[in-house]
């Protein structure tokens, strides 16, 4: 079965210093993954998406992710938090039984600190 | 950009009533979805449009029937409100996949309360 795990509910960084979120998925096939992000109040914002070319991903906003088939991880970074960086972050990974549905990880609340 | 706009952001109801989530978006997107957002859980597909009139369920349809008549539009019904359907609901909307899966674009969500 496929899933998507991130690691982290709750991430905390001083405002300036690198960004790490972890995701791992279970696929028996070449996934599509995604990292989504939700400000407050807000809808889901797509930050980046992986479709089996470049398996480091750049993003918009300064993040990155590098998909990693060994490890099946899919992991989120930014070199620099900042305070605007505050938000709930979702890994997602594409179902091999649709070309529509996605699996949402359950999140990662990034909290930056002044 | 894509403008995904849902109707209410915030929205009050009472048990038993019929309730109506709208959503809108206008890049002619032939795809839309309507999700439900709970602590913890993620996000949970309802029900999925991939033209007008035609709709598939999604992971979690029981207590909710969707409609799409028009290519925009992509309403979300509760049927009789129930107290376990108080959540975040989003509406999305995206490209057909045709082999590769497409980014979603969500609105703003509304939240919903059955009292």
């Known amino acids: 079965a496929q899933s998507v795990t991130q690691l982290d509910s709750h991430v905390s960084v001083s405002e300036g210093t690198p960004v790490l979120l972890r995701c791992n998925y279970s696929?028996?096939?070449?996934?599509?993954l995604f990292w989504y992000v939700q400000h407050p109040n807000k809808g889901l914002q797509l930050l980046l998406k992986?479709?089996?070319?470049?398996?480091l991903v750049k993003g918009i906003n300064g993040f990155e992710a590098e998909f990693k088939k060994s490890e099946t991880s899919f992991h989120l970074t930014k070199p620099s938090a900042h305070m605007s960086d505050a938000a709930e972050y979702f890994c997602?990974?594409?179902?091999?039984?649709?070309?529509?549905?996605?699996?949402f990880g359950s999140g990662t609340r990034l909290l930056v600190r002044p | 950009d894509v403008k995904v706009t849902q109707s209410s952001r915030y929205l009050v109801k009472r048990t038993g009533e019929k309730v109506f989530l709208e959503c809108v978006q206008d890049?002619?997107?032939?795809?839309m979805f309507w999700y439900r957002q709970d602590p913890g859980l993620g996000l949970r597909l309802i029900y999925f449009s991939y033209d007008v009139k035609m709709k598939e369920k999604g992971d979690i349809p029981e207590g909710y029937s969707v409609s799409r008549e028009k290519k925009e539009r992509f309403s979300l019904i509760l049927e009789s409100a129930s107290t376990n359907q108080t959540s975040m609901y989003l509406c999305a909307s995206s490209l057909p996949g045709q082999g590769i899966h497409q980014p979603q674009h969500f609105g703003d969500g509304t939240r919903l309360s059955i009292l």
């Open positions: 992986y479709t089996s070319a470049a398996t």
């Open positions: 890049m002619d997107h032939e795809n």
């Open positions: 696929s028996s096939y070449s996934p599509s």
């Open positions: 997602v990974v594409s179902r091999w039984d649709s070309s529509y549905k996605l699996i």
